[in-house]
């Protein structure tokens, strides 16, 4: 470590001192540091000895055991509220894998854990397909992975997001090449830095630049980076599925749906121009999957408005060696901490219990509206589903009847996603997700309605049980059951997606462990024996 030219130069005390006030806590400005690392370094391992103190929390994100009432690291089965921990958790949306049908998040879902874990995790996961040669993802999956992503960027130019996921395997390193040093700082000189393609077009498009923004919003937008909602863009609107954050219309849950509404080629009658996730296979409606809104859901939040970033409750200052404050490097639940030490930096007049309190004040009363939005989702697709098997007489406008029923089965459940997806229940910004919640419910509530009016209400009856009996939650489901004809009759939905072929598992985390059949068809092209993926999509 000594041999390492690393100045360090704290910038005047003085400047520190005209800090105060209660939105920014007491932040020591950081130094600016001089390494002898090279500006593409991307090995976690290059910094650890010159940044020993940020380094041991860094790998405290390894802990994955604490659990907190609604959140946590233990990667639990996010629809299992059946079975206990490590599988199951109280907490969980048992519809999951029925909203989801169809698509590869209904294989597996489970709670987010550290950052260290993340490269593993990718890797294992059953969306990605790991039975077959082909992922059936691009490779922009790799995108909120790694900072090995600008690597394999510079190689393939922007062809590279729309390549197949798999190609990319076995060049990643687990704990090298996991979300790391390179993902938010410049390895010169350790200043903050966006490794992120997408965010910089963001930026770029809003004629902003990141090293001229204010600290307090770096702090922010280097999360923003991945904790965000996102989409893989459609061919002809540029590079095939790279990456790209809906917020040219604004950040709030109409703008974002909004804004999906003409960047597609979705052929559907009604949906001309959509971008389209998958269509769903019981109600046949050409649907949206959205992602952890976090940096969306804080922008206009209580904090989020107050100036208060992700880095103050998520990476608050830590002495290690009893002298100097360091950021800590262990992104997790601010709950973890008895003391709730992050909160107390600005809330000093508080105790822990009642910050605590205030928390779970919020996340109850989401976590309620929450379920009974997941709930009345799945009522939207079976009643689109009944109506569109409806043998009776039909109304004259049944056609625009059944299209606008699905437009609001896609709208409702994003609207719950959102809420759903963002890792805060609630917290993040209380009034904002209870809204979306709300709004939630009364779209897919009018999906219902509009599908019974399709049948001049003859399915009134039969929609209005209780949709746990109409149609139970789907409790198992993966790729490999999807290949056992016994387990597809488990679940009255399973019929909407078909059997895929018995194959053994190719893939073990980084390392290829079976071998692709690999048949000539008669185009010349070469595929691997089919992939078990049903449905011809992405995921992400
Ligand atoms: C997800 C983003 C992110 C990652 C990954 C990350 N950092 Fe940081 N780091 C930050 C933020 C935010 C700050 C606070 C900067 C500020 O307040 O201006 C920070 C501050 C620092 C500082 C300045 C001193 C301090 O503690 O505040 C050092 C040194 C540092 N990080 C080292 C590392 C090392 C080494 C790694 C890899 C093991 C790493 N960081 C990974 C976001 C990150
Ligand atoms: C390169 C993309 C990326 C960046 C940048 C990033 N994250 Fe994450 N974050 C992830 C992923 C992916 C996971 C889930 C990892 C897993 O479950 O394997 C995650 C998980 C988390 C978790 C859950 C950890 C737990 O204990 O359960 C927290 C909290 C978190 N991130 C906060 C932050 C904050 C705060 C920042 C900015 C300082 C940040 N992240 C920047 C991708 C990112
Ligand atoms: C005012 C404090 C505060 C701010 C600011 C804040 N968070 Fe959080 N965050 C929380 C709390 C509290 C929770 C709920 C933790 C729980 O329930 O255990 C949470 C939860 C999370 C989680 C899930 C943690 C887990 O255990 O899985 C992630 C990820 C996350 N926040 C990311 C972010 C990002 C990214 C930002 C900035 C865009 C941000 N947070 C801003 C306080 C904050
Ligand atoms: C950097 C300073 C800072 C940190 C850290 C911080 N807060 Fe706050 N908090 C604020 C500010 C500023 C407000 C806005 C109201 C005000 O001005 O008092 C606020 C408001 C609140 C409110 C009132 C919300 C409402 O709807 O009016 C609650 C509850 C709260 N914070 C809880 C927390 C918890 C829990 C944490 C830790 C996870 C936390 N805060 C971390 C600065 C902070």
């Known amino acids: 470590m000594c041999n390492l030219r690393m100045i360090v130069l704290f910038l005047c005390v003085l400047l520190m001192a005209t800090l105060g006030g209660c939105s920014k806590a007491n932040e020591p400005i950081p130094p600016t540091y001089s390494t002898n690392l090279n500006t593409d370094e ?59 049908l169809g698509y590869p998040f209904s294989y597996e879902y489970r709670e987010a854990r550290g950052h260290t874990h993340a490269m593993k995790d990718i890797l294992s996961i059953d969306r990605v397909n790991r039975y077959s040669e082909k992922a059936g993802l691009p490779a922009t999956c790799m995108n909120c992975k790694t900072a090995k992503m600008n690597t394999f960027l510079k190689e393939e130019g922007d062809d590279f997001w729309a390549k197949d996921f798999n190609q990319f ?6 704990d ?13 000189t350790m200043a903050l830095n966006l490794y992120s393609v997408p965010l910089k077009d963001y930026l770029k498009s809003q004629n902003k630049e990141f090293e001229k923004l204010p600290r307090n919003e770096q702090r922010a937008l280097v999360c923003g980076q991945c904790h965000v909602e996102y989409y893989f863009q459609d061919k002809s609107f540029g590079p095939y599925k790279k990456v790209v954050f809906p917020w040219k219309d604004g950040m709030d849950p ?55 970033t992700c880095a103050d409750c998520h990476m608050s200052y830590t002495r290690l060696d009893g002298k100097k404050k360091i950021s800590n490097h262990h992104w997790t639940s601010p709950l973890k ?79 719950w996603d959102l809420v759903s997806a963002e890792n805060s ?38 929609i209005s049980e209780d949709i746990k009996t109409r149609v139970p939650p789907i409790l198992k489901h993966s ?9 597809m009759t488990t679940h009255p939905w399973f019929k909407y997606i078909p059997l895929s ?18 048949k000539s068809v008669p185009d010349g092209h070469e595929t691997a024996s089919k992939s078990a993926t049903p449905i011809n999509t992405q995921t992400h």
């Open 42 to 100: 991307i090995r976690n391992s290059a910094f650890q000895a010159l940044f020993p103190f940020q380094y041991e929390t860094y790998l405290r994100n390894n802990e994955s055991e604490i659990m907190t009432e609604y959140k946590g690291s233990v990667p639990y089965n996010k629809h299992d509220n059946v079975n206990p921990l490590p599988e199951g958790y109280k907490h969980a949306q048992p519809y999951l894998k029925n909203l989801w």
């Open 425 to 462: 229940v609630g917290f993040h910004n209380p009034s904002k997700a209870l809204d979306t919640l709300a709004s939630s419910q009364r779209f897919s509530q009018n999906a219902v309605d509009t599908a019974v009016k399709a049948t001049s209400f003859t399915i009134a009856k039969s």
């Open 501 to 518: 072929p018995k194959t053994p598992l190719m893939w073990d985390l980084n390392k290829k462990i079976g071998k692709a059949s690999v």
């Open 176 to 188: 090298d090449d996991t979300i790391g040093c390179a993902n938010c700082h410049d390895p010169k």
């Open 479 to 487: 790729r490999e059951l999807q290949m056992d004809p016994k387990h």
């Open 254 to 308: 109409e703008d974002m749906y909004n804004y999906y509404s003409d960047k597609g080629d979705n052929k559907t009658p009604g949906f001309e121009g959509y971008f389209v996730d998958w269509v769903h296979p019981v109600s046949q409606t050409p649907m949206l999957k959205a992602q952890h809104p976090e940096y969306e859901t804080w922008s206009n939040g209580v904090h989020g408005s107050a100036g208060v």
């Open 337 to 415: 901490d008895p003391e709730m030490n992050a909160c107390r930096q600005c809330h000093t007049d508080k105790t822990p219990e009642f910050l605590k309190q205030r928390v779970l004040y919020t996340q109850n009363k989401v976590w309620n509206q929450l379920l009974a939005a997941q709930e009345i989702s799945v009522k939207a697709h079976e009643a689109i589903r009944m109506a569109s098997e409806y043998k009776g007489p039909r109304p004259d406008n049944y056609n625009e009847l059944m299209t606008n029923a699905r437009k609001w089965c896609r709208k409702g459940q994003f609207f």
């Open 169 to 174: 395997r076995e060049k990643v390193d687990l």
